[in-house]
């Protein structure tokens, strides 16, 4: 008898597994169909929005009345003032206006379509986060929850601001920089609308993720897979890889580039302390 209930007890049990799997891929569906239905929403919304997303956010960066280049000019000359070998003019860019032009018959709307999709997307991170967290929470344990908690800010907080920190400082250097770059005189710049609007968006969508490294160290460091002194180890290299960054997007000088490194530098220092208080806390608890 006992050998005859053992295969049904079995069967029951893949059943319950089976169903609870199911059940599961339902309900990650339904947060991303949420998530999906956001992104949308807000994309409609930046469609309509057209003039606004366009004149005043994504086309500004590309003048010399731009905040930024003009709060930049105004910080060149407080640096000259301090320190003569600074010239007043160094981060002063005057009559800058890039012209664009378009030469396709349906480039304006498809580029029209793509900015309000990236639109939806970058504005309903904070929410997509949220669903994928309701998703996860379930699977963590008591003590992995309250861990993490805040974890949902956090990672909504860091994007926005990376998006912020690229769209202000580097999308503006970047512009002046490669808008105005010639190999000789000969050469005018015509730069195409598709290409300059995926520069921009490019930009600021890869800077905002690039601002989650320290999400993603306290992870990877929560797992095992990266440990502080690793990541002190590798500091050098990562000097390296910023001032390289740096040294492309912005002119070519030098204190636009620590502008831009300065800021990374920082993010990649405070990565690791997270993990180096992760990690501490993690090998407690597999003492303990």
């Known amino acids: ?12 049990q893949e059943a319950e597994v089976e169903m609870t799997f199911w059940e599961h891929l339902e309900e990650l569906r339904w947060h991303i169909v949420r998530s999906l239905v956001a992104v949308v929403v807000l994309a409609i919304v930046a469609f309509i929005e057209k003039d606004f997303i366009f004149n005043n956010v994504l086309l500004a960066p590309k003048s010399s009345d731009f905040i930024t280049n003009r709060l ?13 070998a600074i010239s007043p003019d160094t981060l002063c860019i005057e009559d800058f206006n890039l012209k664009l032009i378009n030469i396709k018959m349906a480039g304006q709307f498809l580029i029209h379509i793509y900015t ?3 639109a939806g997307i970058i504005v309903a991170i904070p929410y997509v986060i949220y669903e994928m967290w309701r998703f996860i929470k379930p699977a963590l344990h008591k003590h992995e929850q309250e861990n993490t908690r805040g974890a949902v800010f956090w990672t909504s907080f860091l994007f926005l601001v990376g998006v912020l920190f690229s769209y202000f400082l580097i999308v503006p250097l970047a512009v002046m920089f490669l808008g105005s770059y010639n190999v000789s005189p000969d050469v005018e710049n015509q730069i195409a609308l598709t290409s300059y609007i995926s520069t921009v968006v490019s930009l600021t969508f890869a800077v905002g993720l690039v601002f989650e490294l320290p999400i993603l160290v306290f992870f990877l460091t929560k797992v095992g897979i990266v440990t502080p002194s690793f990541m002190r180890k590798s500091r050098k290299y990562m000097i390296v890889i910023v001032l390289i960054v740096s040294a492309v997007i912005t002119p070519a000088d030098v204190f636009s580039q620590i502008l831009v490194a300065l800021p990374l530098f920082g993010l990649y220092e405070i990565s690791i302390l997270i993990s180096d208080k992760v990690f501490k806390r993690r090998e407690a608890e597999l003492a303990g």
Do not use: G, Q, T, V
Not at 1 to 12: C, G, V, Y
Not at 72 to 84: E, I, T, V
């Open 116 to 118: 309000a999709l990236f």
């Open 1 to 12: 008898m006992a050998e005859k209930e053992i295969p049904e007890n079995l069967e029951e």
């Open 72 to 84: 930049l000019c105004r910080l060149s000359h407080a640096m000259a003032n301090l320190w003569s």
